[in-house]
């Protein structure tokens, strides 16, 4: 149980184009999905908080209108990278949490290595 | 000070052998403690929850908590080349905020 798929897990696209990854929790409800990027050799840093049927909450130094997220479902919450350049070249994970649960453990994705060229 | 301090190894050891990783914290709110295995080019696993001081055990790994100290402890036993990955420690404080705070994470090498 507590599966959370990604996709694509991989994608290779050009400067100035946007990417979707999608985010799926695939056997639990999240009402709460989370979205990291990791750069290599480094700790995952939590970009921003999706919550289902309301506006994400973006971290500090974070821009929303740059990195868009959807959480239209309880199952499915969306990363928008737009007008991509070679320094959004990163580790893109999501988390949910699952609502089923009061504890605050959360189960991540396999991730999204996004490569701008 | 940071949040939460890990070590961030590398660290390798001989299979078979017991492995430790800690993190110590400086926040006495966190009261949830969680461990996360990460393999190269996926995402975090997670492997151990505990929220109250003491010992938690699941097969292989226990995990170990001291409020008092602000210290946690993963212990893996009977090391394996598969547990070669990178571990981290992640911590919340409850409250209805669902962040976590995650240490840098210590790369393990099992060397068989």
């Known amino acids: 149980g507590a599966v959370v798929s990604q996709h694509p897990s991989r994608v290779i696209c050009k400067s100035g184009t946007s990417v979707k990854i999608e985010c799926r929790s695939l056997?639990?409800?999240?009402?709460?999905m989370f979205w990291y990027r990791q750069f290599p050799k480094q700790s995952l840093m939590l970009m921003a908080t999706?919550?289902?049927?309301?506006?994400?909450?973006?971290e500090q130094g974070v821009e929303k209108d740059k990195f868009l997220i959807n959480h239209a479902s309880l199952t499915l919450s969306t990363l928008t990278v737009t007008s991509a350049h070679p320094e959004d070249s990163s580790f893109y994970i999501c988390?949910?949490?699952?609502?089923?649960?009061?504890?605050?453990?959360?189960?991540f994705g396999p991730g999204t290595r996004l490569t701008v060229t | 000070q940071k949040e939460v301090e890990q070590d961030p190894g590398p660290l390798s050891v001989p299979e078979g052998a017991i492995v430790s990783l800690n993190c110590t914290y400086s926040?006495?709110?966190?009261?949830?403690f969680m461990w996360y295995r990460q393999y190269s080019r996926k995402g975090p696993e997670l492997l151990m929850y505990?929220?109250?001081?003491g010992n938690k055990e699941d097969g292989r790994f226990t995990a170990q908590v001291d409020k008092s100290s602000k210290y946690i402890s993963l212990f893996i036993r009977d090391s394996q080349p598969s547990d070669s990955a990178t571990y981290l420690c992640?911590?919340?404080?409850?409250?209805?905020?669902?962040?976590?705070?995650f240490g840098k994470g210590t790369k393990l090498s099992v060397i068989p």
């Open positions: 505990t929220y109250s001081s």
């Open positions: 992640a911590l919340n404080s409850g409250a209805g905020s669902y962040q976590l705070t």
């Open positions: 926040n006495s709110a966190f009261q949830y």
């Open positions: 999706s919550n289902e049927g309301s506006k994400a909450t973006y």
């Open positions: 988390s949910a949490r699952d609502l089923g649960r009061s504890s605050y453990e959360q189960y």
């Open positions: 056997d639990f409800q999240a009402t709460t």
